[in-house]
């Protein structure tokens, strides 16, 4: 099952359909149809993921519980959140995210930004 199919039936269960996810979360009309073409950013599988109450994991992959449980949400939201983060920002930024992630010093953590 692709990821569109995973999205087109968890939101029938809760009466939604592609185009009220899309106008609920402000995306572009007709966008998440693309998303087996091309992968959405971060932030928007994020958001389809919380609305439908399911993991952005299962949504890639198709793979695991589907249904987030309460121990692993909030980690799996901090780390998303993390990655988005990281992506936007600068050297600088990223090589102190790397240090809080990885509890490294600077010139570690500059070494697996290298990586």
């Known amino acids: 099952m692709s990821m ?3 999205i087109k039936n968890e939101a029938s269960t809760i009466g939604h359909t592609f185009a009220s996810i899309e106008r609920e979360l402000n995306l572009a009309n007709g ?3 693309k998303w087996d073409v091309s992968t959405p950013s971060g932030d928007k599988l994020l958001k389809v993921a919380q ?3 399911v993991t952005t994991d299962w949504l890639l992959t198709g793979e695991g519980d589907p249904k987030p449980s309460m121990q692993n949400n ?3 939201d901090g780390l998303v959140s993390l990655i988005i983060a990281f992506h936007s920002a ?3 930024k ?3 995210i790397l240090q809080a992630a990885l509890g490294t010093t600077g010139e570690e953590a500059a070494a697996h930004e290298a990586i």
Do not use: G, P, Y
């Open 4 to 6: 569109t199919e995973r």
């Open 31 to 33: 966008s998440i149809r």
């Open 51 to 53: 609305l439908l109450n």
């Open 74 to 76: 909030d980690s799996e």
């Open 90 to 92: 600068d050297k600088q």
């Open 94 to 96: 990223r090589k102190a």
